[in-house]
T-cell receptor
Framework: AQSVSQHNHHVILSEAASLELGCNYSYGGTVNLFWYVQYPGQHLQLLLKYFSGDPLVKGIKGFEAEFIKSKFSFNLRKPSVQWSDTAEYFCAATNQAGTALIFGKGTTLSVSS | GAGVSQTPSNKVTEKGKYVELRCDPISGHTALYWYRQSLGQGPEFLIYFQGTGAADDSGLPNDRFFAVRPEGSVSTLKIQRTERGDSAVYLC?????????????FGPGTRLTVL
């Protein structure tokens, strides 16, 4: 079965620290990849997405992610986190039929000021 | 503009009862999705509508779950004979076009608690 794995369950950082959240997906072939974020009390919203082309994707709020096909990975990065980045982050991939998103379990990021 | 809305925001019911959860997608969005999110997990796909028809219902856990979208806009997720294991946040998402590369816009969810 297709799956998406997120390596870190809970990450705690101080403001200005660099962030990298791991994400791996389990299948080859054409894949569409996403990172969604859920801020406290808010609904899921898109951070960035990869469909094709440049494997380094830039999203909102200074986030970026790199698609490495050989490693089946799509890690999320930010050079300097802020307190307002405290949230839950979900990596997702489109299923092979293109009809749904398969989500990882999520990573909770806590940033202290 | 208005986002995806879901009602009710919270629903508490007793084991064995029937519940309906409603989703109003963004106006004009063709594709509509239902997901279920249990505590500590990511959203899990339930069903996908393309227009009025269910194009993929492979995620529905059993025949107690059913969803409709009769006019191609509002959708209702129906759960019969609820069980305690059905307790979760039920999320609805919509997308302007079909196709896996399109962004899905999520609603706030309905938190269902089965006592």
């Amino acid at each position: 079965a297709q799956s998406v794995s997120q390596h870190n369950h809970h990450v705690i950082l101080s403001e200005a620290a660099s962030l990298e959240l791991g994400c791996n997906y389990s299948y080859g072939g054409t894949v569409n990849l996403f990172w969604y974020v859920q801020y406290p009390g808010q609904h899921l919203q898109l951070l960035l997405k990869y469909f094709s082309g440049d494997p380094l994707v830039k999203g909102i709020k200074g986030f970026e992610a790199e698609f490495i096909k050989s490693k089946f990975s799509f890690n999320l990065r930010k050079p300097s986190v802020q307190w307002s980045d405290t949230a839950e982050y979900f990596c997702a991939a489109t299923n092979q039929a293109g009809t749904a998103l398969i989500f990882g379990k999520g990573t909770t990021l806590s940033v202290s000021s | 503009g208005a986002g995806v809305s879901q009602t009710p925001s919270n629903k508490v019911t007793e084991k064995g009862k029937y519940v309906e959860l409603r989703c109003d997608p963004i106006s004009g969005h063709t594709a509509l999705y239902w997901y279920r999110q249990s505590l500590g997990q990511g959203p899990e796909f339930l069903i996908y509508f393309q227009g009025t028809g269910a194009a993929d219902d492979s995620g529905l856990p059993n025949d107690r779950f059913f969803a409709v979208r009769p006019e191609g806009s509002v959708s209702t997720l129906k759960i019969q004979r609820t069980e305690r294991g059905d307790s979760a946040v039920y999320l609805c998402a919509s997308s302007p076009r079909t196709g896996g590369y399109n962004e899905q816009f999520f609603g706030p969810g309905t938190r269902l608690t089965v006592l």
